[in-house]
C-alpha cells in the first residue's frame, strides 16, 4: 500500500477543492465567520490538510436561523409546489452531472474508496429527484361532517423554519435526505455539517443556490465547536424542528434541549444491526451480502452488520468464505484505482476498532483475517473476522464503525431471534434464509425499523429509513420522510 502524504497534489484534486466555497451560507450570501476564525479539514488517508472552513460562532448560527425564519416568514412556505419541484429537480440533475468532481471531493475529506462517494452522490441525489416528485402531491382532505351538516377540510402546512445537523459518513446523503423534503414541503432550514466532512454540504449548498433556491431557505454553518454554537439555535423560539443524525449519545443530548421549545424531533441514531444466515440460506448469496452490509463504507456505516449469528450447521463454511473474501479486499488511499477499502475517519476510530478486536481476541475469540491496524500514514485498520466470539465480548453490543465482522452461531430460530433482539438499538437487521414463510415470520419478530431480507442493503429514497428502540424517531425517504416537514391543519367549514 502506498499513501499520499509525500507527494505533490494531482491537479484535478487541487481544481475540486479549490472550487468549494469555503464560508458560511446565511441569507443567501457566503460569508466569514464574525470571529473570522477558520479550521481545518484534513485528508484520512495521509493526515494533511487540504482546506480550511469558516469557523461559525454561536451569533452566526443563530444569523443563519433569522434568515430561515424570515425566508419562511415572506413567500417561501406559500411557494408554488411546482417551483419547488423544479429546484430539487434542476439540483439532481446537476449533482449528476458533476457526480465525478464530487465523488473526489468526498474521497478527500472522508476516506471512502472514489467508487463508494460515487454511488452515495447517487444515491443522495435520489432523494433531490424524488422530492422533487413529492413536492406537488402533499394534499390534504375534504370530509362531509357524520351529521351532514358542515364539513371537513384538512390541508398540510410546511412545519417552519428546521435545524438540520449531519455526521460524517455519508457528507452528502445525509442532509439531502432532510433538505430534499423539507424543500418540497416550503421549510426552510439551517445546516449544520460535521466538522470532519464540510466541504461536501457546502458544494451541494452552492448547487441548490445554482439551481435556484432563494437565499435564506437553507443556510449552512460550519463549526468547530458544534455543541456551544447549535445550543442557542436549538432554544431559539424561531426554530420549529430539529433533524439529527448522528450517534445515539449526542441525540440524547439534542432531545434534551428540544425539550425546552417542544420541538418536533427527528432522530436518526446509532445502530447495532444483527446479520442473521439461518441453515436453508444459499451460503454463497449471504457471503456476498454480508460484505455489502459489512463493508460498505468501510464499516462506517449506521446500518453495518455489527455481529453476524449464523446457524451452526453451516457456521464454519460461511466463516471461511467470508474471510477468504474480506482477507483479499485491497486497502488504500479511496482515490487510488482498485482500492476497496479506505481509511478510517480518524486515529480515534482506529484505536477504537483495535481495542473492541483486543477485548474479543483476550475474551477467546479466533481472527480468521486481519486483526490489526496498519503502520504508517492514515487510518488504516485490516478487514477482520472474527469466530468464537464471547457472548461477554464489547462488540457485539457497541457500534463498531470498522471493517470487523465478529460471528457467533446458534442452534434454533428462537435463539437467533433472541440474539438479535439482545440490544437497546433497532435501526436494521439482516436475515438469509431460502424460505419465505420463515423470513417474513423471523422479520416480523424483530425488534428493528428495517429488515434487508436476503440483501445487504436497504436504503432507497423511496422506502422509510428509520429505527426503533435507542436508534431513533421518526423515518426519512418515501412519503414518510416528508410527512415530518408537514403539520396537518383542520378547518371546521359551516355550510348554512
Ligand atoms: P456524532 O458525534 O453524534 O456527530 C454527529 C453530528 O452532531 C456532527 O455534526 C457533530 O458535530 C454534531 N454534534 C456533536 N455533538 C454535538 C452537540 N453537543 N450539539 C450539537 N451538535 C453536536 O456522530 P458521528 O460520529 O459524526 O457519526 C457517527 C454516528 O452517526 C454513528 O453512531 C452512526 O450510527 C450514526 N449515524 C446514524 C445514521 C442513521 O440514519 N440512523 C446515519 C449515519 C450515521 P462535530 O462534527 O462538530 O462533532
Known amino acids: 500500500m502506498s499513501t499520499r502524504a509525500d507527494r505533490i497534489r494531482p491537479a484535478a484534486e487541487q481544481a475540486v477543492l479549490d472550487a468549494v466555497p469555503k464560508q458560511l451560507y ?48 415572506g413567500d417561501w412556505r406559500s411557494s408554488a409546489p411546482r417551483e419547488r419541484s423544479d429546484i430539487l429537480r434542476r439540483a439532481y440533475e446537476a449533482i449528476v452531472a458533476r457526480s465525478d468532481e464530487l465523488a473526489l471531493l468526498m474521497t478527500l475529506e472522508m476516506g471512502k474508496p472514489l467508487a463508494e462517494s460515487k454511488a452515495e452522490i447517487a444515491y443522495g441525489a435520489s432523494f433531490l429527484r424524488w422530492y422533487a ?40 446523503a445525509m442532509g439531502t435526505r432532510k433538505i430534499a423534503p423539507a424543500v418540497a414541503a416550503g421549510c426552510t432550514m439551517l445546516v449544520k455539517p460535521a466538522k470532519l466532512t464540510p466541504l461536501s454540504m457546502l458544494m451541494l449548498a452552492q448547487i441548490l443556490e445554482e439551481a435556484g433556491l432563494p437565499g435564506g431557505v437553507l443556510n449552512v454553518v460550519t463549526a468547530s465547536s458544534s455543541g456551544s454554537v447549535m445550543e442557542p439555535v ?18 440524547r443530548t439534542l432531545i434534551g434541549q428540544s425539550a425546552e421549545q417542544v420541538l418536533r424531533v427527528s432522530m436518526e441514531l446509532g445502530g447495532n444491526a444483527p446479520f442473521l444466515v ?54 488504500g488511499p479511496g482515490t487510488q484505482e482498485g482500492v476497496e477499502v479506505g481509511p478510517l475517519i480518524d486515529c480515534e476510530q482506529r484505536d477504537k476498532v483495535a481495542e473492541l478486536v483486543e477485548d474479543a481476541v483476550a475474551k477467546g475469540a479466533r481472527v480468521l483475517c486481519g486483526g490489526e491496524a496498519l503502520d504508517g500514514p492514515g487510518n488504516f485498520y485490516k478487514p477482520t473476522v472474527l469466530i468464537d466470539v ?28 433472541a440474539a438479535a433482539n439482545d440490544t437497546e438499538f433497532g435501526l436494521v437487521a439482516y436475515l438469509y434464509s431460502a424460505d419465505l414463510k420463515r423470513a417474513l415470520r423471523v422479520g416480523e419478530r424483530l425488534e428493528t425499523g428495517m429488515v434487508g431480507v436476503n440483501q445487504g442493503l436497504v436504503s432507497n429514497a423511496g422506502a422509510p429509513f428509520g429505527g426503533v428502540k435507542q436508534s431513533g424517531i421518526g423515518r426519512e425517504g418515501g412519503p414518510e420522510g416528508i410527512a415530518e416537514y408537514l403539520e396537518t391543519k383542520y378547518l371546521a367549514l359551516a355550510i348554512d
Do not use: Y
Not at 29 to 53: H, K, L, M, N, S
Not at 234 to 251: A, W, Y
Not at 304 to 319: K, L, T
Not at 396 to 409: C, D, H, M, Q
Open 278 to 331: 439461518f441453515d436453508d440460506a444459499d451460503v454463497d448469496d449471504a457471503v456476498a451480502g454480508a460484505i455489502v452490509a459489512k463493508m460498505r463504507n468501510i464499516g462506517e456505516a449506521c446500518t453495518a452488520a455489527n455481529r453476524f449469528h449464523v446457524a451452526s450447521s453451516i457456521a464454519g463454511e460461511f466463516a471461511d468464505k467470508l474471510a477468504a473474501k474480506m482477507g483479499a479486499m485491497k486497502l
Open 234 to 251: 436549538i432554544r431559539d423560539p424561531r426554530t420549529r424542528k430539529l433533524s439529527f443524525t448522528g450517534s445515539t449519545e449526542v441525540g
Open 390 to 417: 464471547p457472548a461477554d465480548a464489547r462488540l457485539l453490543k457497541e457500534e463498531i464503525f470498522g471493517p470487523v465482522a465478529p460471528i457467533r452461531t446458534f442452534e434454533s430460530e428462537d435463539e437467533a431471534i
Open 133 to 172: 416528485e413529492e413536492a406537488v402531491r402533499s394534499d390534504g382532505r375534504f370530509a362531509t361532517h357524520e351529521a351532514g351538516t358542515g364539513r371537513l377540510l384538512t390541508m398540510k402546512q410546511p412545519v417552519g423554519p428546521c435545524v438540520f445537523i449531519t455526521p460524517w459518513n455519508f457528507p452528502l
Open 26 to 73: 446565511v441569507a443567501g450570501e457566503w460569508r466569514d465567520g464574525a470571529g473570522g476564525a477558520t479550521f481545518a479539514v484534513e485528508d484520512p488517508a495521509t493526515g494533511e490538510q487540504i482546506a480550511r472552513v469558516a469557523d461559525a460562532t454561536p451569533q452566526d448560527a443563530l444569523d443563519a436561523l433569522g434568515a430561515a425564519h424570515d425566508a419562511w416568514r
